[in-house]
């Protein structure tokens, strides 16, 4: 789990970003915004959103210095000073890419923080976040012989809806960057990560135990469906027994996991071919073998469901032991599942 906490404020500027394809264009600040009075709010703001685990780094098909974000960041890095040009540059960049009609136009906000705590390393830090949903609050205001109220319009001091921040770090490697997306999560507006940013995950023990995991759950709950003779109860021992692997590990091995998961020749040959087709569709690269990130599997055994739903009057939740459910039909053609158990509390 890496630890992060934010620095000193030493810069901050906001500008205005529209929709190109609508016209909006783009409104950009000449000079710094003072956020002395509002330092200890940022810090919250940021504190409370950055908390994924998952790293990026910027990226490009031949030289990550061809990357338009790498170039702007790294010359910020260098100078501080250059701090406001390249912040309409970036700005610039972000228009030009918010051609979806999804995208709504809202205020860019970027800022320095100098001494950040990244783990074990004390490193300056851009970020940077667009507020596309306003919130209503209601300002009480003074009066005569009493209060009155006015709705005000502003950004949440607890959500940010995207944002990034990068880290004066592993600049050979296109940097390190902690990422938020939460709108426009359809693949046709995915324009902040890909379009924007230009990032892909870092190969970490993070990124691979939560992709190998994902890429499990699909195998078994779409390739290993009823109509392959998978009775749902051994898809679910499938999840449970895969999760239960990566925490009982601390490093992955792909044909001990094949083994111990699957134990069927049938299945796991199956799980292979899914697993080289996953890749391909997918553009990822796994390895067979790295440490397994704790992080990672608590995320991922979140949507791993253990429920077995009958109909609409039942739910059985099967945690282990698949020897002791059995499934059959009686003589009325009804299906039915025999449960043994050892002691009822």
């Not at 250059?82 to 309409?88: A, D, G, R």
């Not at 993070?206 to 190998?212: A, D, P």
């Not at 790295?290 to 077995?308: D, E, N, P, Y």
């Not at 698949?322 to 009822?344: A, C, H, T």
Request: with cysteine; proline share 1%; aromatic share 12%.
């Amino acid at each position: 789990m890496h630890v992060f906490r934010p620095g000193e404020f030493q810069k901050f500027i906001v500008h205005h970003i529209g929709n190109k394809s609508n016209g909006d264009g783009a409104r950009f600040s000449e000079t710094l915004t003072d956020t002395s009075r509002i330092n200890g709010c940022l810090n919250q703001l940021i504190e409370s959103n950055f908390k994924s685990e998952e790293l990026y780094q910027f990226h490009f098909i031949h030289d990550v210095e061809l990357n338009p974000m790498n170039h702007f960041a790294s010359l910020v890095f260098q100078n501080s000073d250059s701090f406001i040009e390249q912040s309409k540059n970036i700005g610039r960049l972000l228009y030009d890419k918010s051609t979806h009609p999804q995208i709504k136009g809202g205020e860019l906000c970027l800022f320095y923080l100098k001494d950040c705590q990244l783990n074990d390393d004390i490193v300056d830090c851009i970020g940077l976040f667009k507020s596309e949903t306003k919130d209503t609050v209601l300002k009480i205001d003074v009066t005569n012989d009493g209060y009155g109220l006015t709705d005000v319009k502003g950004i949440n001091t607890r959500k940010i809806d995207k944002g990034c921040l990068i880290f004066n770090t592993e600049s050979q490697n296109g940097y390190l960057i902690s990422l938020i997306d939460n709108t426009n999560r359809n693949t046709e507006a995915q324009y902040w990560k890909d379009d924007f940013l230009g990032i892909q995950n870092k190969k970490n023990e993070y990124h691979y135990t939560n992709q190998f995991l994902g890429l499990t759950k699909q195998f078994v709950t779409k390739e290993l469906s009823g109509d392959n003779g998978i009775e749902k109860a051994d898809q679910i021992n499938y999840l449970n027994r895969s999760v239960e692997y990566f925490k009982n590990h601390e490093c992955f091995d792909k044909t001990e996991f094949e083994n111990q998961v699957f134990q069927n020749a049938d299945v796991i040959e199956s799980f292979n071919k899914f697993d080289q087709i996953y890749r391909e569709q997918n553009e990822v690269t796994f390895s067979n073998e790295f440490g397994i990130s704790k992080q990672a599997v608590k995320k991922q055994a979140r949507s791993f469901k253990s429920v077995l739903k009958l109909d609409k009057n039942f739910h059985i939740y099967i945690h282990g032991n698949r020897d002791m459910i059995e499934q059959g039909v009686d003589s009325k053609g009804r299906k039915y599942y025999k449960i043994y158990y050892d002691e009822e509390s």
